[in-house]
Structures are given as structure tokens and as C-alpha cells.
């Protein structure tokens, strides 16, 4: 066992005890992943079958983003669409096809206004230098219904084009900047049956891959105890060369089996 008390294997054993405590870490994460995307999935299934709240009860004040558990609750809201400062969210893809997503400020009683993702157009067949064909919202009072989706990241530049605005990610705060009323800081993706959604394509919503990261879980904690497996192995194989090597050396001993 002595044989092994020296400067190479503690440097081995300290490496393999350090590399699968990472791996160890690595796996948590990726179990934490996991968790986090099967409660988006439950949260999506939830929002098919139950009854829509209203949406003040589940978003804040304009300007404050909800909480992450608060995405995909399904909610309702009544008032007027404002055509006039509709925005387009551009090469969107539905079913395999790029065209654009159809956001239209939903003026609310207290003055205050809801991002309502109408649902996907495609672009007009003129090409990209020609306005998308976008059914109009409908005039008057109107009760929509759809689920809470969370401002996006990463947002690029909002332009005015085709007598709308148009940028590339849903990000509510820069759209709100641009608008000339406080708005709510999330937005709703709309049922495809809610006023305002006749005529465009709906949203699919995909579940998140939990499995992946489970599977990925997983596999970091066999490569723990694999690196530890390994450095026994290892040293098994080295105790028996040095027992051939000089008979009057002691064996491998059953720990280091």
C-alpha cells in the first residue's frame, strides 16, 4: 500500500476526487434543469383545460415582469385593439415557414395596455420588400383570451415599416418605449378562437425537452463514480505489476479491489 503513497498518485487520486465532485455539480444542475422544464411543462398542459383570471391578477404594474411561475397561466382580458401601433415580429417560424408575428396593443379600461400576440402571418409573396397581408384586429370592445408569455431576450432594433413597428424578438420593455401609453410587462399569446385571431395562424406551443436534461443528469453521475472506479482500477493494476516485480512486496489488498 506504500507503493502508492507517492507525490504521481495522490496528484492521480486528488485529480479523480476533484473531477467527479465537478461532475457531481454538473449532474445537480442538469437534475435542477430538469425540474425547472417539467414545471413549464405542467404549467402548459395546465393552461388547456383550466378557466382563464383575469390578467391584472396575475401581471403587475406596467413596467414589472412577472414571476417565472406565472408564465403560461391562461387569463383573459377586455378591451380595444389600437391598430395604429401594431407591430410585427419578423422572421418568426411556424411549421417550418418564416413569416411574422402579429403583436397589437390591447387598450384596457385603466388605461393601460396588453401586448396580444394575434398569431403568425406569412409574408407577402412580393417578397420581403412588400407589407405581409395582416388581417385586421377588430373594432370595438373585445374579451381575449390566451396565456402569459414572458418578455424574450436579446432584443434587436424596432423599426417603422409598413405603417407598423417591427423588430425581431418580443422583448416587451423596448416595445413599450416605443408606445404612447404604459403597457403591462408580459404578454399574452391568444387562443385561436379569441377575437382578433380568426384569419392568422396560431402559435404552436412546444414542450421544453426535460428528458434531455435528465438524461444528461444522469449520465454526469455515471462518469463520477466511473472516475473513482477508474483510479481503483488503476491502482490495482500497478500493486499487482509491482507484486510481480518483487515477490516480497505485500499484495493488492481487497479495499483497493
Given at each position: 500500500?506504500?507503493?502508492?503513497?507517492?507525490?504521481?498518485?495522490?496528484?492521480?487520486?486528488?485529480?479523480?476526487?476533484?473531477?467527479?465532485?465537478?461532475?457531481?455539480?454538473?449532474?445537480?444542475?442538469?437534475?435542477?434543469?430538469?425540474?425547472?422544464?417539467?414545471?413549464?411543462?405542467?404549467?402548459?398542459?395546465?393552461?388547456?383545460?383550466?378557466?382563464?383570471?383575469?390578467?391584472?391578477?396575475?401581471?403587475?404594474?406596467?413596467?414589472?415582469?412577472?414571476?417565472?411561475?406565472?408564465?403560461?397561466?391562461?387569463?383573459?382580458?377586455?378591451?380595444?385593439?389600437?391598430?395604429?401601433?401594431?407591430?410585427?415580429?419578423?422572421?418568426?417560424?411556424?411549421?417550418?415557414?418564416?413569416?411574422?408575428?402579429?403583436?397589437?396593443?390591447?387598450?384596457?379600461?385603466?388605461?393601460?395596455?396588453?401586448?396580444?400576440?394575434?398569431?403568425?402571418?406569412?409574408?407577402?409573396?412580393?417578397?420581403?420588400?412588400?407589407?405581409?397581408?395582416?388581417?385586421?384586429?377588430?373594432?370595438?370592445?373585445v374579451t381575449v383570451v390566451g396565456r402569459v408569455h414572458l418578455s424574450e431576450s436579446s432584443p434587436g432594433a424596432i423599426e417603422h415599416r409598413f405603417g407598423r413597428w417591427e423588430t425581431r424578438r418580443a422583448a416587451v420593455g423596448p416595445i413599450a418605449a416605443k408606445l404612447?401609453?404604459?403597457?403591462?410587462?408580459?404578454?399574452?399569446?391568444?387562443?385561436?378562437?379569441?377575437?382578433?385571431?380568426?384569419?392568422?395562424?396560431?402559435?404552436?406551443?412546444?414542450?421544453?425537452?426535460?428528458?434531455?436534461?435528465?438524461?444528461?443528469?444522469?449520465?454526469?453521475?455515471?462518469?463520477?463514480?466511473?472516475?473513482?472506479?477508474?483510479?481503483?482500477?488503476?491502482?490495482?493494476?500497478?500493486?499487482?505489476?509491482?507484486?510481480?516485480?518483487?515477490?516480497?512486496?505485500?499484495?493488492?489488498?481487497?479495499?483497493?479491489?
Open positions: 500500500m506504500r507503493s502508492l503513497l507517492t507525490p504521481r498518485w495522490l496528484g492521480i487520486l486528488l485529480a479523480a476526487v476533484l473531477a467527479s465532485f465537478v461532475m457531481v455539480l454538473l449532474g445537480r444542475w442538469q437534475w435542477s434543469r430538469y425540474e425547472l422544464r417539467s414545471a413549464i411543462n405542467d404549467r402548459i398542459d395546465a393552461s388547456t383545460v383550466v378557466a382563464p383570471v383575469p390578467v391584472r391578477d396575475v401581471l403587475g404594474p406596467p413596467g414589472t415582469a412577472p414571476d417565472d411561475d406565472h408564465a403560461w397561466t391562461r387569463v383573459s382580458a377586455t378591451g380595444q385593439y389600437d391598430p395604429s401601433q401594431e407591430i410585427l415580429l419578423r422572421n418568426r417560424t411556424v411549421e417550418g415557414e418564416v413569416g411574422y408575428e402579429v403583436l397589437t396593443p390591447l387598450r384596457l379600461a385603466d388605461g393601460t395596455a396588453l401586448l396580444v400576440n394575434r398569431g403568425w402571418v406569412k409574408p407577402n409573396p412580393q417578397g420581403i420588400t412588400a407589407a405581409p397581408d395582416v388581417p385586421a384586429a377588430p373594432a370595438g370592445t404612447p401609453y404604459p403597457v403591462l410587462g408580459a404578454y399574452v399569446l391568444a387562443d385561436g378562437d379569441t377575437p382578433g385571431a380568426k384569419g392568422l395562424t396560431p402559435i404552436p406551443v412546444g414542450h421544453e425537452n426535460a428528458w434531455l436534461n435528465l438524461g444528461y443528469a444522469v449520465q454526469w453521475w455515471i462518469f463520477s463514480v466511473g472516475a473513482l472506479v477508474g483510479v481503483g482500477l488503476l491502482a490495482r493494476k500497478d500493486l499487482r505489476e509491482l507484486t510481480a516485480a518483487d515477490p516480497t512486496a505485500p499484495s493488492p489488498t481487497p479495499a483497493l479491489t
